[in-house]
């Protein structure tokens, strides 16, 4: 072992040693089925961190570069047979061997900067709003291309005018629902944000949005920057511990699933009052009110649109939920499924900044997945498949929108109030 | 040991210029990652090509050939004997990206496949024509077609079905020296000359190297009915299916699980059995007519019941049907829990002799203090004993119960392995099968096909 590797406080050794070598993983990686590299799959990756600490001259760069070809979408540790902790593997990997590049470093310094001080955030995400504007409008449905190249020119959905936050009303105090917007949710797709308030308070719940909330860190830790996204999540564990929720809530399961089971790699036993907390908001809707059954009642006869269902791998496999979208989905819509189940969407976050090729090829087939279903909307439950989604289905020349989950019951209890 | 060193350069110097750095590759990451399979064993081999045709192929293997430098195919490395392990370093051929199906013939009943086809990828491009691909491990998602030709992989369909090799019509395989080798035809039935291709299959990749599979394929089953029953006794299930078999009823799987079995499922919380069940039975009959299939389902549940049967459960849609494979499913995630480690076996015996097998499995595991976990295909009298290790003390008198359930198997007119194969886990156990005179006549053929031995080489013999 090298003499400068930082302390990883996870139990890496015997986590690396549960992996059987059976190749399960092999069936399960959405950039193996492009590339069919052994390295690009848990069992590779591990086996190749057990030989560098071991003492054998893997290059290090090699395992920075594999931390970054990573999708993260957790579909190999949720199936693994073994249950290798291929989660806190991959952090780890990141946490020894990422943020070496001079490009990562600059990206690392920007962001720690930035996501902590909201006013800054806010006017450079308005910054870009303006720029955006200006240049026009590619593919229709205001997808629009970021002046900055870095998702290698993809369309992007027009920045909100005001973020979620900036509208959050006052807070009244401790316990009820914790709203945590998510970077998405707040800049990008503030109905989300919106839809899943009323939901929540519709079905009775008590909803706060504090204005104090930080982005979850997800994005500093995909890059391998442990102290940065440190920073962050204590900055939101002080929120967490004076406000007291019953439940964390969050459009975006990629925070969700970060605020749950990510945040033990980085701030420890200090993440664990609320990890139970945190729930996807089908899980609070369908498992803690009767909002379904009320519902259920009052649905005979309405006109239902037909919706393909999109499972986002951080609800799926990192939050572990399934059926409870498709509950509320079936009551306000006409459901269908894809024909393959389950698969990435390929957007991964920084991954598709990266690789911006493979996230596509992985993108399109999936949009084709979906639009093979022939619905007239797609549903998802992830503000990061959304962008990724759509965009790739306007890139296909169709023209069918992507909403969240919320949105789509939300819209439906409105016409009922109606 | 200089001899061996200037071979290696000459091979690099030229396999490198004519496949190319990415087809040709000597960097550390990679080939650490070609060094394993689901054996856990361990060898760094000297290069790595992925070859994308033939051609690639019969280049690396008559440039092998000449600077006498061992050759392994791997397919996923997803094996459970080693057998895709460079024991001897030298190269591996992995053939990841030969993954093309090259023909679909409705009208032949016939699909022409690359070795690094996925059996699943391959299962589901013919069940959209509606043909079937019976063989099935329990790898099928993952594991190579290539692979699974060279292991002679069964699987949960035997009793009905049988294997790998009755499936396999036809190899484009590569010799040794870099020839290339056809053998048997798209025909149904071919009685020309010897039979090489059955030779070839589960020849664990020592005799030749595969490069194209003909395959057989049959009509896809329209209707599939699951059932499970569990049992108060250790020998229910296996009774059950004894009385199945011989009330001339053909299931395409019939699943025995044993008691140990089934408290490890159980508290891995997929499936849920009684308290007093010792052993369960999971039995899926196929067919194209839903009402012969009810029939059959009832003949089923009459035995099961008349063998004692606690619980007894039928399912014929899809979600049902996955509801009751659960509980199979979860015997490999759950048995991890249980202890770090695992021996796992797959002996196979006559049917009518399991029962007695695993009465004598378990007088073994009362000798040798070790849990021994039983689980298998009941209608083909495979076998899967998993001897639980918690210590590497452990280990040692692990090795010991398992020679000697070999030899109680092989008493029984049984076999070492029923489906993994011998490569390195059991090469050291063959001669408790195998006699001198028939050893002999393997090393014969071995040596005709492979006279310089770099294929594969230390598998199968010691």
């Known amino acids: 072992m090298t003499e400068s590797l930082p302390e990883i406080s996870f139990p890496l050794v015997e986590a690396l040693d549960r992996c059987a070598r059976c190749g399960q993983c092999r069936s399960l990686c959405p950039v193996f089925e492009r590339n069919l590299n052994e390295s690009d799959v848990a069992r590779g990756r591990i086996s190749l961190l057990q030989a560098f600490l071991e003492g054998q001259s893997i290059s290090e760069d090699k395992l920075g570069e594999l931390f970054y070809s990573c999708i993260k979408c957790y579909r190999c540790e949720a199936n693994c047979p073994s249950h290798v902790e291929y989660g806190p593997i991959i952090s780890s990997m990141g946490f020894l061997f990422g943020l070496k590049g001079s490009w990562v470093r600059l990206v690392s310094w920007m962001l720690r900067w930035i996501l902590p001080r909201r006013r800054l955030y806010d006017g450079i995400l308005c910054l870009a709003r303006w720029s955006q504007i200006m240049l026009p409008s590619q593919r229709g449905m205001s997808m629009r291309h970021l002046p900055i190249s870095l998702f290698h020119r993809k369309a992007m959905p027009a920045?909100?005018?005001?973020?979620?936050?900036?509208?959050?009303?006052?807070?009244?105090?401790?316990g009820g629902v914790l709203l945590f917007t998510g970077c998405l949710g707040n800049y990008v797709y503030p109905q989300t944000v919106r839809s899943t308030e009323s939901i929540l308070r519709s079905a009775g719940f008590r909803v706060e949005i504090p204005r104090q909330q930080l982005c979850c860190g997800m994005p500093l830790k995909a890059i391998g920057d442990k102290t940065g996204a440190r920073r962050l999540a204590e900055r939101n564990a002080d929120l967490f511990e004076s406000m007291r929720?019953?439940?964390i809530v969050s459009p975006c399961p990629t925070c969700a699933g970060h605020l749950k089971r990510g945040y033990v790699e980085l701030i420890g036993d200090r993440a664990m009052p609320w990890m139970d907390h945190v729930k996807d908001m089908s899980e609070l809707l369908v498992q803690e009110s009767d909002l379904l059954d009320r519902e259920a009642k009052a649905l005979s006869g309405t006109l239902k649109p037909r919706v393909v269902y999109h499972d986002p791998c951080h609800l799926l496999w990192v939050l572990r939920v399934r059926e409870e979208p498709r509950r509320l989905l079936q009551e306000v819509s006409v459901l269908l499924e894809t024909e393959q189940g389950p698969?990435?969407?390929g957007m991964g976050g920084i991954f598709s900044a990266l690789h911006p090729l493979l996230a596509s090829q992985i993108g399109s087939q999936r949009a084709n997945d979906l639009l093979s279903a022939n619905p007239e909307e797609v549903v998802t439950g992830c503000p990061g498949c959304m962008l990724q989604l759509q965009e790739r289905i306007l890139a296909s020349g169709h023209s069918i929108p992507v909403l969240h989950t919320s949105e789509v019951i939300a819209r439906h209890l409105d016409r009922q109030k109606r | 040991m200089m001899k061996s060193m200037t071979s290696l350069?000459?091979?690099?110097?030229?396999?490198?210029?004519?496949?190319?750095?990415?087809?040709?590759?000597?960097?550390?990451?990679?080939?650490?990652?070609?060094?394993?399979?689901a054996s856990r064993v361990s060898v760094l081999p000297d290069f790595v090509v992925y070859p994308r045709d033939t051609e690639d192929v019969c280049r690396v293997l008559g440039a092998c050939h000449e600077r006498n430098v061992c050759v392994t195919p791997r397919g996923a490395g997803s094996g459970l004997?080693?057998?895709?392990?460079?024991?001897?370093?030298?190269?591996?051929?992995?053939f990841s990206k030969m993954d093309r199906i090259l023909e679909i013939a409705s009208s032949d009943l016939v699909a022409v496949a690359q070795p690094g086809v996925v059996v699943s990828h391959l299962q589901r491009a013919v069940e959209k024509e509606g043909l079937f691909y019976p063989p099935d491990p329990a790898s099928s998602e993952f594991a190579s077609l290539g692979g699974t030709v060279a292991e002679c992989a069964g699987g949960l369909r035997g009793l009905k079905y049988g294997v790998t090799r009755d499936y396999i019509l036809g190899l484009e395989a590569v010799?040794?020296?870099?020839?290339?080798?056809?053998t048997g035809c798209r025909a149904l039935k071919s009685v020309t000359g010897y039979d090489l291709t059955r030779l070839f299959v589960g020849s664990e990749g020592t005799l030749a190297v595969f490069t194209e599979i003909t395959c057989k394929l049959l009509p896809l089953p329209s209707c599939i009915l699951t059932l499970l029953a569990s049992f108060p006794a250790i020998e229910g299930g296996l009774d059950a299916a004894s009385v199945v078999v011989a009330s001339r009823l053909l299931p395409r799987a019939l699943e025995y699980m044993d008691e140990r079995c089934i408290r490890c499922v159980d508290d891995y919380g997929d499936a849920h059995f009684p308290p007093e069940a010792k052993s369960c039975l999971l039995v899926e009959l196929d067919g194209f007519d839903e009402e012969s299939l009810v029939r059959d389902a009832k003949k089923v549940e009459r035995i099961c019941r008349d063998q004692g049967a606690l619980t007894l459960e039928r399912a014929v849609d899809t979600k049902a049907r996955d509801g009751l494979w659960a509980a199979r499913r979860a015997i490999s995630p759950s048995l991890y829990r249980m202890s770090a480690k695992k021996v796992n076996e797959d002996i196979c015996v006559p049917r009518s002799k399991m029962s007695k097998m695993?009465?004598?499995?378990?007088?073994i595991e009362r000798e040798m203090g070790l849990p021994i976990v039983n689980f298998g295909h009941a209608g083909d009298g495979n076998i899967h004993v998993n001897v639980m290790v918690d210590k590497e003390?452990?280990?040692?008198?692990?090795?010991?119960?398992?020679?000697?359930?070999?030899?109680?198997a092989v008493a029984l007119g049984g076999t070492l392995s029923g489906e993994h194969g011998i490569g390195l886990a059991k090469a050291s156990f063959l001669s408790i099968e195998v006699g001198e005179r028939e050893l002999e006549t393997m090393k014969n053929i071995k040596a005709l096909f492979d006279p310089t031995g770099i294929l594969n080489p230390g598998k199968i013999f010691v």
């Not at chain 2, 010799?175 to 056809?182: E, M, P, Q």
């Open chain 1, 343 to 345: 698969r990435c969407c």
């Open chain 2, 175 to 182: 010799l040794a020296d870099g020839n290339i080798l056809r």
């Open chain 1, 245 to 247: 929720p019953d439940w």
């Open chain 2, 81 to 94: 004997t080693g057998g895709a392990i460079p024991v001897r370093h030298g190269l591996v051929l992995d």
């Open chain 2, 9 to 37: 350069r000459d091979l690099r110097h030229i396999l490198r210029d004519v496949l190319g750095e990415d087809r040709f590759v000597e960097n550390l990451e990679e080939r650490l990652c070609a060094s394993y399979d």
């Open chain 2, 358 to 363: 695993i009465r004598e499995i378990q007088q």
């Open chain 2, 393 to 408: 003390e452990e280990m040692p008198r692990a090795r010991d119960a398992v020679k000697r359930i070999f030899q109680r």
């Open chain 1, 159 to 174: 920045l909100a005018k005001v973020p979620a936050l900036r509208r959050a009303p006052e807070s009244e105090g401790r």
